[in-house]
């Protein structure tokens, strides 16, 4: 069928609807506004009013002064490297597209050669911290978790090694039927740097019995970093969003964290994570997280978290450019090289796998920000020299 090119395209003398009126500044956030501006905590209510409104860009104002008050306008990144020594995993996690089964024909577990030459690729392309996190294999005993950590730390010392999250010190504790706060002294004497924050997905429990019965319960998960925080360690905390969960989901998870740094003090950063919905059960019928969700998260959670030292939009979860426009939205951190990431890409991510710090710095610089190399812990990183890029290594033990 044709049509008459007026039909398809009615004429400028025909009423058009306009665009639908514009969000507009949100008066209800006027009182929220004051709070901030005179540093006041905001409360579960504030909370949920921010999730609320539309008006994203009196969000990003007040999340940028709280931002500039604590970091000013330096945004950190970090040259970094993930090992996921193995995606064999008891628990059936309904957002998890990297497990495996036992006998799946994806399962993997990497030997000692494989584990050390990642370490010794990271140490040689100048990465200051290796990321160490996987599945909780079946079979597997704590001591083959304990030795990744005593290895690497034993022929590369200087690398920083930010391993296990609260649910593998779990898991572990389940395995050796000891306290977690001896394994973690045992660890960390063999090398153990900090704590990843994964595994927190959504502490309350109507929205945590739906996609990870079973593993950590909220209580356990801040159980474990209130106990490595006491040994005078420090970690990171997560926040898997944009699925099942309702705002007041959220804003209780980032109100449980609060409280716990208020007792502590021991997190670093937030890291709020995107949900991916590719190759899981849980993303059958549901789309990934918007633009505009992504920004209200981030801004949110710097309003929500002020006692959180820094936000970080980890760029290999919100992208390249989401995460470049978030550093006015609240972050300070983008994360750092990563190069060999599994998590999200076995869950759909487009993000390139690996970011040079030229890249890094670029994207931080076009976004008005002062690039800082970091360690771990935050401490500005001198190099003597830049760094040059290098090639994936082979498999070899170090002599
Ligand atoms: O706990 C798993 C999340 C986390 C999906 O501490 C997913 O610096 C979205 O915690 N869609 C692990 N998210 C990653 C993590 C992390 C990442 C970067 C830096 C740090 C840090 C920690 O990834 C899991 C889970 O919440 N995750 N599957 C998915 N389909
Ligand atoms: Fe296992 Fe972690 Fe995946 Fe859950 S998210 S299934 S615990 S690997």
């Given at each position: 069928m044709t049509h008459r090119r007026d039909e398809q395209f009615p004429s400028r003398?025909?009423?058009?609807?306009?665009?639908?009126?514009?969000?507009g500044r949100d008066p209800r956030l006027e009182p929220i506004r004051e709070k901030v501006f005179s540093g006041q905590r905001l409360s579960f209510e504030d909370g949920l009013l921010l999730e609320e409104?539309?008006?994203?860009?009196?969000?990003?104002?007040?999340?940028?002064?709280?931002?500039?008050?604590?970091?000013?306008?330096?945004?950190?990144?970090?040259?970094n490297m993930h090992l996921n020594p193995t995606n064999v995993c008891v628990y059936r996690c309904a957002f998890c597209s990297f497990r495996a089964d036992l006998k799946g024909a994806n399962a993997y577990v990497m030997t000692d050669e494989e584990i050390l030459a990642r370490a010794r690729e990271a140490?040689?392309?100048?990465?200051?911290?290796?990321?160490?996190?996987?599945?909780?294999?079946?079979l597997l005993p704590y001591e083959w978790y304990y030795n990744i950590i005593a290895n690497i730390h034993r022929y590369y010392p200087q690398l920083h090694l930010k391993a296990w999250t609260a649910v593998e010190w779990d898991w572990f504790s389940r395995l050796t039927k000891r306290p977690i706060r001896d394994l973690m002294i045992e660890m960390r004497?063999?090398?153990?740097?900090?704590?990843?924050?994964?595994g927190a997905e959504i502490f309350h429990p109507e929205i945590r019995s739906r996609i990870c019965d079973y593993k950590a319960d909220a209580q356990q998960w801040l159980d474990v970093h209130r106990q490595w925080h006491e040994l005078g360690g420090k970690s990171n905390a997560t926040m898997l969003y944009g699925h099942i969960e309702k705002p007041y989901h959220r804003i209780d998870h980032l109100l449980r964290l609060r409280e716990l740094q208020d007792q502590t003090g021991g997190f670093q950063t937030f890291i709020?994570?995107?949900?991916?919905?590719?190759?899981?059960?849980?993303?059958?019928?549901?789309?990934?997280?918007?633009?505009?969700m992504d920004l209200k998260m981030i801004a949110i959670a710097r309003l929500m978290l002020d006692n959180f030292p820094h936000i970080k939009a980890y760029w290999q979860m919100l992208g390249v450019k989401?995460?470049?426009?978030?550093?006015?939205?609240?972050?300070?951190?983008?994360?750092?090289t990563v190069v060999y990431e599994k998590i999200y890409h076995a869950a759909g991510s487009d993000s390139p796998q690996e970011l040079t710090v030229a890249e890094l710095e670029r994207l931080i610089r076009e976004a008005g920000r002062i690039p800082v190399e970091r360690d771990t812990l935050y401490r500005p990183v001198q190099r003597k020299q830049p760094l040059a890029p290098a090639q994936p290594q082979e498999a070899v033990l170090p002599a």
């Amino acid at each position: 069928m044709t049509h008459r090119r007026d039909e398809q395209f009615p004429s400028r003398s025909v009423a058009l609807p306009g665009p639908p009126p514009s969000p507009g500044r949100d008066p209800r956030l006027e009182p929220i506004r004051e709070k901030v501006f005179s540093g006041q905590r905001l409360s579960f209510e504030d909370g949920l009013l921010l999730e609320e409104t539309h008006d994203l860009l009196t969000l990003g104002e007040m999340a940028n002064y709280v931002r500039e008050q604590k970091n000013g306008s330096v945004t950190y990144y970090n040259v970094n490297m993930h090992l996921n020594p193995t995606n064999v995993c008891v628990y059936r996690c309904a957002f998890c597209s990297f497990r495996a089964d036992l006998k799946g024909a994806n399962a993997y577990v990497m030997t000692d050669e494989e584990i050390l030459a990642r370490a010794r690729e990271a140490t040689e392309r100048g990465a200051t911290e290796l990321h160490i996190v996987g599945g909780l294999h079946h079979l597997l005993p704590y001591e083959w978790y304990y030795n990744i950590i005593a290895n690497i730390h034993r022929y590369y010392p200087q690398l920083h090694l930010k391993a296990w999250t609260a649910v593998e010190w779990d898991w572990f504790s389940r395995l050796t039927k000891r306290p977690i706060r001896d394994l973690m002294i045992e660890m960390r004497a063999a090398g153990l740097g900090s704590l990843p924050g994964g595994g927190a997905e959504i502490f309350h429990p109507e929205i945590r019995s739906r996609i990870c019965d079973y593993k950590a319960d909220a209580q356990q998960w801040l159980d474990v970093h209130r106990q490595w925080h006491e040994l005078g360690g420090k970690s990171n905390a997560t926040m898997l969003y944009g699925h099942i969960e309702k705002p007041y989901h959220r804003i209780d998870h980032l109100l449980r964290l609060r409280e716990l740094q208020d007792q502590t003090g021991g997190f670093q950063t937030f890291i709020p994570l995107a949900f991916h919905p590719a190759n899981n059960p849980l993303g059958r019928n549901l789309p990934k997280p918007s633009g505009m969700m992504d920004l209200k998260m981030i801004a949110i959670a710097r309003l929500m978290l002020d006692n959180f030292p820094h936000i970080k939009a980890y760029w290999q979860m919100l992208g390249v450019k989401t995460a470049q426009v978030a550093q006015s939205w609240g972050a300070d951190d983008i994360d750092g090289t990563v190069v060999y990431e599994k998590i999200y890409h076995a869950a759909g991510s487009d993000s390139p796998q690996e970011l040079t710090v030229a890249e890094l710095e670029r994207l931080i610089r076009e976004a008005g920000r002062i690039p800082v190399e970091r360690d771990t812990l935050y401490r500005p990183v001198q190099r003597k020299q830049p760094l040059a890029p290098a090639q994936p290594q082979e498999a070899v033990l170090p002599a």
